[in-house]
Antibody, heavy 118, light 107 residues
Framework: QLQLQESGPGLVKPSETLSLTCTVS??????????GGWVRQPPGKGLEWIGS???????YYNPSLKGRVTISVDTSKNQFSLNLSSVTATDTAVYYC??????????WGQGTQVTVSS | EIVLTQSPGTLSLSPGERATLSCRAS???????LTWYQQKPGQAPRPLTY???SRATGIPDRFSGTGSGTDFTLTISRLEPEDFAVYYC?????????FGQGTKVEI
């Protein structure tokens, strides 16, 4: 049973880059057809898909984030990471990492609060 | 981009009652790639049904998903106290994932 854990700074300054890492335990992330994903939830709002990376190759991003997103994987550490550049207050949210296959996400990390503020 | 619209925004019901939640897509979605999630305060979402109608591991049979094309429904046959939460639908298509805005089921 895979378990996921997000890590990274809880406070980021405006215009800087938000960087988070998801560490996967309980199995290898290199299984074919599987992907990792990042989803965020602003305070009091719904879920927003940020992007996904297939561990066999290929990354896909939410067009609304306009090229600010990069997701990468480090198979040697069983981790995948999120970089979101030029952040503003609207990027304040709980950020979840998740994994899955066949179009859905399971399991999920517990989520990490990221606040954008000077 | 496919937009998912959930209705109603809030559903006020009592334990034991039936809940019917709707998810409508702006264009046709493969039923293979339609998933429902439940989220409770302070918790990550957990999947309830995938492939539009298959229940995820450990999900009780009072939860059922149906639908095809652009119209999908999650039904909770008899609400238990632990079912009061927010529910989201999610679709995958053309290497893009999208979520609906959620339906809150409250007492």
């Amino acid at each position: 049973q895979l378990q996921l854990q997000e890590s990274g700074p809880g406070l980021v300054k405006p215009s800087e880059t938000l960087s988070l890492t998801c560490t996967v335990s309980g199995g290898s992330i290199t299984r074919s057809r599987y992907y990792g994903g990042w989803v965020r939830q602003p305070p009091g709002k719904g879920l927003e898909w940020i992007g996904s990376i297939y561990f066999s190759g290929g990354t896909y991003y939410n067009p609304s984030l306009k090229g600010r997103v990069t997701i990468s994987v480090d198979t040697s550490k069983n981790q995948f990471s999120l970089n979101l550049s030029s952040v503003t207050a609207t990027d304040t949210a709980v950020y979840y990492c998740t994994s899955g296959f066949a179009g859905w996400f399971d399991p999920w990390g517990q989520g990490t609060q990221v606040t954008v503020s000077s | 981009e496919i937009v998912l619209t959930q209705s109603p925004g809030t559903l006020s019901l009592s334990p034991g009652e039936r809940a019917t939640l709707s998810c409508r897509a702006s264009q046709s979605v493969s039923s293979t790639y339609l998933t429902w999630y439940q989220q409770k305060p302070g918790q990550a979402p957990r999947p309830l049904t995938y492939g539009a109608s298959s229940r995820a591991t450990g999900i009780p049979d009072r939860f059922s998903g149906t639908g095809s094309g652009t119209d999908f429904t999650l039904t909770i046959s008899r609400l238990e106290p632990e079912d009061f939460a927010v529910y989201y639908c999610q679709q995958y298509g053309s290497s893009t994932w999208t979520f609906g805005q959620g339906t809150k089921v409250e007492i």
